[in-house]
C-alpha cells in the first residue's frame, strides 16, 4: 500500500492541524490608498550614509532624492552645523512614501527634519508649527518649510534661512562663530 494516493477524510486534516495558527502578512494602505503587502515592502531608500542618526525628509515626488539645486543648498547648511551628507539620511517622501513607524524602525533616527512636509504626513501622531524643535518618543523633530521658500534670495527667504540657522544651531549644539 502507498502513502502517496492515501486520501484523508478533511475531519481528520481539521484535527490533525487544530493547534496550528496562520497569521497573514500584515497589508496597510499607503497614503494614495494602495495596498501594500508586508512582503512587497522594501528597505528605506535614502541618501547618505547615516553615520549620525539625523534623517532628512523631503518632498520632491519628480526625483529619487533631491533636486541637485536644493543639495547643494542642503549641503551648504550641513557644513555650517559641522556636518556632511555622509553624517545624514535624506529620504524622499514624495518620491515613495514613507511612514515615520518605518523610517523609526530602520535609521535609528536621533533627529528627523522635515522639509515641506507636515509631521502628519508621515503618520506622526502629533502636530507643531515651523521653527520650533519638538522632542517626542526619543527624537528631535523639526519642521521647516520646502526647499522652494528657503532657497531664494530675497526678503522672505533670508528670513526663513535666519530662522532655519537659529533651529539648526540649538538643535545641534552649534557653536557661535
Known amino acids: 500500500m502507498s502513502l502517496q494516493n492515501t486520501l484523508l477524510p478533511d475531519i481528520l486534516i481539521a484535527d490533525l492541524y487544530r493547534n496550528v495558527f496562520i497569521i497573514p502578512p500584515a497589508i496597510e494602505n499607503n497614503r494614495n490608498g494602495e495596498v501594500v503587502h508586508e512582503k512587497d515592502a522594501q528597505p528605506v531608500k535614502f541618501l547618505g550614509n547615516n553615520l549620525k542618526k539625523i534623517v532628512i525628509v523631503v518632498n520632491h515626488p519628480?526625483?529619487?532624492?533631491?533636486?541637485?539645486?536644493?543639495?547643494e543648498f542642503l549641503s551648504k547648511i550641513l557644513v555650517a552645523c559641522k556636518l556632511n551628507i555622509g553624517d545624514v539620511a535624506i529620504v524622499n517622501e514624495g518620491y515613495k512614501f514613507v511612514d515615520i513607524a518605518t523610517?523609526?524602525?530602520?535609521?535609528?533616527?536621533?533627529?528627523i527634519i522635515l522639509f515641506g512636509l507636515e509631521p502628519t504626513d508621515l503618520k506622526l501622531p502629533l502636530n507643531f508649527p515651523h521653527f520650533k524643535i519638538q522632542n517626542y518618543d526619543e527624537v528631535a523633530y523639526l519642521s521647516v518649510p520646502a526647499f522652494e521658500a528657503l532657497n531664494v534670495d530675497n526678503e522672505e527667504g533670508k528670513l526663513l534661512k535666519t530662522k532655519l540657522w537659529l533651529c539648526l544651531k540649538a538643535m545641534f549644539e552649534v557653536p557661535n562663530r
Not at 104 to 110: D, G, Y
Request: proline content about 11%; charged content about 30%; glycine content about 0%.
Open 62 to 71: 519628480s526625483e529619487v532624492f533631491i533636486p541637485e539645486k536644493h543639495l
Open 103 to 111: 523610517i523609526k524602525q530602520e535609521l535609528k533616527p536621533s533627529y
